[in-house]
């Protein structure tokens, strides 16, 4: 009997850093089995599927790494995932997934592959090296779950799996029985074993997840299916005669290390031990894993023939501009013509993608190649809004996918070309995976933020206070161990500008440990205020009449407000009834078109505005999001505004509102409680109205860039 596969893993699932070129099921025996393939470089990489428990997600790590540059292919093991779940344990025998394996290659037209194993893969490999030899061309065993000594509490559970008892503790769990009554229960007791490391919440959470894709009866079936003991392992072991490594986590709680080093020993291959790493280290430490595989499976050709003395060569920086929103372009830009001035030879290349490229490319900023290889955060923070909310740490959570696939189009960046220095504005990729891999540092690093602090919302309760704070203490604790990772960390404000809020229970309070471990360059806006004083001169060059109030609606470089676009169009009509002269100019940006929002008259709708701020600087009146730059313009400019934070946006909601309250800025509302006729009315009282705003510092850039150029 076979249960067929259901789509409830694709309603969890995350924005990918890649998707696949080509997809497709195998079917053997009646079971369907689910394949995808990405890239078409060689050689070809097989990633086996794994224990049941889990799907070929267990692989989002290295897939899009390995894509770049290789055939990749994946397929859902038999019982999870997009592929069937017979209830016969004969069917998830070694032989069986050993022939799903060969029939996925048979379909792809693949004739030989790497093997890239991990736990329970590992006599799936074993059979195919030695009993297909010619379809493998190598073979890596990542923790692998082979019956060699010494055994694991894991191990020796099944010899009791089916005995029933009053109470279940520890592996008892590990009990057909205790699955069918508590499966979530026992599939977080399992997955947090396979996690040994501290801080790694979202990984539990995901395995969690993938565990919930299949039912216990399944996993019943796995434990009761055929199993290859020590004697065939050793059999097989003598028939392999391709290359093969073995990773083994040394913290690994499934499997043991020795046991992983017996194979490594058997197989005459390679070891790679990862001190303090556990059963998983290909999630948990991917960027290790990713370049083991890398230099195992295609080692680096001969260094090559043309080198440069370090003094003949030109000062180079890599600036990486985070992309969600452009106000990190901005200024980032500022900051770079300031560093210029100051090193009039240092040359800067830019990694960055839509909508930061815009921006770049329109000031003559050289963009690099690799910048194309970068998966999407903006895509992916847009594809978790809904209408006017955003629930910004949760986002950032799940974009861990794709966060490792570009710290690794970084990391080959930096490694092929020198650079002197690499500045990260709030490129998170950057800072936590070099804080995670701190050998790979080869240059002077620059880390600038505006913020500091993941803070929790109200209704996210004792869980998100709770996952806030730990992620908090991770990066307290990558900052103790790792103090002069960060060669300079500038923050992007005064001291006054940081919220009251401590980091969590037992840490510290955020001013008092960004005070310690930041500079503060003050506010860096791009432009002097000063220039616009003659708002009518301004205002006749932007082509505004006499006569005529401007309303300016902004949301920003990303695509997540157009639901706040479309409320305030919906007020114009009203608005313009009690604004007489009242003309709307909403602005799409680069990453909302134009043309599906509604028309009225006296309103036009326009897309991406470069340098934006000349038009803020000339307006009446701003309706904007909860962003920081648009708002710090605004203020700087002394222009009335209305901003919108973006629900559950701990940023806009905390960060920003506090700093905007400092400087006396702005009318904050909340769109859930306002109606296009209350829109309309905080227009007409705000347009125009004189404002008593802190004013805003102007050199700002020049004192990061000042700072940063001590560096060179």
Same mark, same amino acid.
């Given at each position: 009997?076979?249960?067929?596969?259901?789509?409830?893993?694709?309603?969890?699932?995350?924005?990918?850093?890649?998707?696949?070129?080509?997809?497709?099921?195998?079917?053997?025996?009646?079971?369907?089995?689910?394949?995808?393939?990405?890239?078409?470089?060689?050689?070809?990489?097989?990633?086996?599927?794994?224990?049941?428990?889990?799907?070929?997600?267990?692989?989002?790590?290295?897939?899009?790494?390995?894509?770049?540059?290789?055939?990749?292919?994946?397929?859902?093991?038999?019982?999870?995932?997009?592929?069937?779940?017979?209830?016969?344990?004969?069917?998830?025998?070694?032989?069986?997934?050993?022939?799903?394996?060969?029939?996925?290659?048979?379909?792809?037209?693949?004739?030989?592959?790497?093997?890239?194993?991990?736990?329970?893969?590992?006599?799936?490999?074993?059979?195919?090296?030695?009993?297909?030899?010619?379809?493998?061309?190598?073979?890596?065993?990542?923790?692998?779950?082979?019956?060699?000594?010494?055994?694991?509490?894991?191990?020796?559970?099944?010899?009791?799996?089916?005995?029933?008892?009053?109470?279940?503790?520890?592996?008892?769990?590990?009990?057909?029985?205790?699955?069918?009554?508590?499966?979530?229960?026992?599939?977080?007791?399992?997955?947090?074993?396979?996690?040994?490391?501290?801080?790694?919440?979202?990984?539990?959470?995901?395995?969690?997840?993938?565990?919930?894709?299949?039912? *216990?009866?399944?996993?019943?079936?796995?434990?009761?299916?055929?199993?290859?003991?020590?004697?065939?392992?050793?059999?097989?072991?003598?028939?392999?005669?391709?290359?093969?490594?073995?990773?083994?986590?040394?913290?690994?709680?499934?499997?043991?290390?020795?046991?992983?080093?017996?194979?490594?020993?058997?197989?005459?291959?390679?070891?790679?031990?990862?001190?303090?790493?556990?059963?998983? *280290?290909?999630?948990?430490?991917?960027?290790?894993?990713?370049?083991?595989?890398?230099?195992?499976?295609?080692?680096?050709?001969?260094?090559?023939?043309?080198?440069?003395?370090?003094?003949?060569?030109?000062?180079?920086?890599?600036?990486?501009?985070?992309?969600?929103?452009?106000?990190?372009?901005?200024?980032?830009? $500022?900051?770079?013509?300031?560093?210029?001035?100051?090193?009039?030879?240092?040359?800067?290349?830019?990694?960055?993608?839509?909508?930061?490229?815009?921006?770049?490319?329109?000031?003559?900023?050289?963009?690099?190649?690799?910048?194309?290889?970068?998966?999407?955060?903006?895509?992916?923070?847009?594809?978790?809004?809904?209408?006017?909310?955003?629930?910004?740490?949760?986002?950032?959570?799940?974009?861990?996918?794709?966060?490792?696939?570009?710290?690794?189009?970084?990391?080959?960046?930096?490694?092929?070309?020198?650079?002197?220095?690499?500045?990260?504005?709030?490129?998170?990729?950057?800072?936590?995976?070099?804080?995670?891999?701190?050998?790979?540092?080869?240059?002077?690093?620059?880390?600038?933020?505006?913020?500091?602090?993941?803070?929790?919302?109200?209704?996210?309760?004792?869980?998100?206070?709770?996952?806030?704070?730990?992620?908090?203490?991770?990066?307290?604790?990558?900052?103790?161990?790792?103090?002069?990772?960060?060669?300079?960390?500038?923050?992007?404000?005064?001291?006054?500008?940081?919220?009251?809020?401590?980091?969590?229970?037992?840490?510290?309070?955020?001013?008092?440990?960004?005070?310690?471990?930041?500079?503060? $360059?003050?506010?860096?806006?791009?432009?002097?205020?000063?220039?616009?004083?003659?708002?009518?001169?301004?205002?006749?060059?932007?082509?505004?009449?006499?006569?005529?109030?401007?309303?300016?609606?902004?949301?920003?470089?990303?695509?997540?407000?157009?639901?706040?676009?479309?409320?305030?169009?919906?007020?114009?009509?009203? $608005?313009?009834?009690?604004? *007489?002269?009242?003309?709307?100019?909403?602005?799409?940006?680069?990453?909302?078109?134009?043309?599906?929002?509604?028309?009225?008259?006296?309103?036009?709708?326009?897309?991406?505005?470069?340098?934006?701020?000349?038009?803020?600087?000339?307006?009446?009146?701003?309706?904007?999001?909860?962003?920081?730059?648009?708002?710090?313009?605004?203020?700087?400019?002394?222009?009335?505004?209305?901003?919108?934070?973006?629900?559950?946006?701990?940023?806009?909601?905390?960060?920003?509102?506090?700093?905007?309250?400092?400087?006396?800025?702005?009318?904050?509302?909340?769109? $859930?409680?306002?109606?296009?006729?209350?829109?309309?009315?905080?227009?007409?009282?705000?347009?125009?109205?004189?404002?008593?705003?802190?004013?805003?510092?102007?050199?700002?850039?020049?004192?990061?860039?000042?700072?940063?150029?001590?560096?060179?």
């Amino acid at each position: 009997m076979t249960a067929i596969a259901t789509p409830r893993a694709l309603a969890r699932e995350q924005t990918r850093a890649r998707y696949p070129d080509e997809t497709g099921y195998v079917e053997r025996n009646g079971v369907r089995v689910f394949w995808e393939r990405y890239g078409d470089g060689e050689p070809t990489i097989l990633f086996l599927p794994t224990w049941s428990i889990v799907h070929s997600r267990v692989w989002k790590a290295q897939v899009p790494y390995f894509a770049r540059r290789h055939r990749v292919l994946t397929f859902d093991g038999r019982g999870n995932g997009r592929s069937d779940r017979p209830l016969e344990p004969h069917a998830y025998a070694p032989s069986e997934f050993v022939g799903d394996a060969l029939a996925v290659m048979d379909a792809t037209g693949t004739g030989s592959a790497w093997i890239v194993s991990l736990s329970m893969g590992a006599p799936r490999a074993l059979l195919l090296g030695a009993d297909h030899s010619g379809r493998v061309d190598g073979l890596v065993f990542i923790g692998p779950a082979v019956p060699l000594p010494p055994p694991s509490p894991r191990a020796r559970a099944p010899e009791t799996f089916s005995e029933v008892r009053n109470a279940y503790t520890g592996w008892e769990k590990f009990n057909r029985h205790y699955w069918v009554e508590h499966h979530e229960a026992f599939l977080r007791f399992f997955v947090g074993q396979i996690f040994t490391e501290p801080h790694s919440t979202k990984h539990v959470e995901d395995a969690v997840g993938w565990g919930l894709d299949t039912e *216990p009866e399944t996993l019943i079936a796995t434990i009761l299916a055929p199993s290859i003991d020590e004697a065939a392992v050793r059999d097989l072991g003598s028939r392999i005669h391709k290359r093969s490594l073995v990773i083994h986590g040394t913290d690994d709680a499934i499997r043991r290390y020795e046991s992983g080093a017996a194979l490594a020993e058997l197989l005459g291959g390679d070891l790679a031990s990862l001190e303090g790493s556990g059963h998983n *280290p290909q999630i948990r430490d991917p960027v290790k894993v990713n370049l083991l595989l890398r230099d195992f499976i295609q080692p680096r050709s001969a260094p090559t023939s043309a080198w440069t003395r370090a003094r003949a060569r030109p000062r180079r920086a890599l600036h990486i501009s985070s992309p969600i929103g452009l106000g990190h372009a901005q200024r980032d830009i $500022a900051i770079a013509r300031e560093l210029r001035a100051i090193v009039p030879d240092l040359e800067i290349d830019w990694l960055a993608q839509d909508p930061v490229t815009r921006v770049l490319e329109a000031e003559g900023e050289r963009v690099h190649p690799a910048s194309a290889e970068l998966a999407s955060e903006s895509g992916h923070i847009e594809s978790e809004s809904a209408e006017h909310d955003l629930h910004c740490f949760q986002a950032w959570r799940r974009m861990d996918e794709i966060l490792v696939s570009n710290f690794m189009v970084f990391h080959d960046v930096v490694e092929a070309e020198p650079y002197d220095l690499w500045i990260g504005d709030e490129a998170w990729e950057l800072d936590y995976f070099l804080h995670e891999n701190p050998e790979l540092k080869r240059a002077a690093y620059c880390w600038l933020t505006d913020f500091v602090g993941w803070l929790p919302m109200p209704d996210g309760g004792e869980r998100e206070a709770f996952l806030t704070a730990d992620y908090n203490a991770e990066m307290v604790e990558h900052i103790a161990r790792f103090p002069r990772l960060r060669d300079r960390a500038i923050f992007v404000g005064n001291p006054d500008d940081i919220v009251p809020d401590p980091l969590g229970p037992d840490l510290p309070l955020i001013r008092e440990w960004t005070e310690r471990h930041f500079d503060f $360059a003050g506010y860096v806006s791009g432009f002097d205020p000063e220039a616009f004083e003659d708002r009518e001169a301004l205002r006749a060059e932007l082509g505004y009449r006499d006569g005529e109030r401007v309303c300016i609606v902004s949301v920003g470089g990303s695509g997540v407000g157009a639901h706040l676009l479309r409320r305030v169009i919906e007020a114009h009509p009203v $608005a313009a009834t009690q604004v *007489p002269g009242l003309r709307t100019i909403v602005v799409a940006g680069p990453r909302i078109d134009p043309d599906s929002l509604p028309r009225h008259d006296g309103l036009e709708v326009v897309g991406y505005v470069h340098n934006l701020y000349r038009h803020l600087a000339a307006c009446d009146l701003a309706v904007v999001q909860g962003g920081l730059t648009t708002a710090m313009e605004l203020t700087a400019n002394r222009r009335p505004f209305i901003y919108f934070p973006l629900g559950h946006h701990f940023e806009q909601n905390f960060h920003v509102r506090h700093r905007l309250e400092r400087y006396r800025a702005g009318r904050c509302m909340d769109i $859930a409680s306002s109606s296009p006729e209350a829109i309309a009315a905080a227009i007409a009282e705000e347009i125009g109205r004189e404002v008593d705003y802190r004013p805003v510092e102007t050199d700002g850039a020049r004192r990061a860039a000042q700072r940063i150029a001590e560096m060179l």
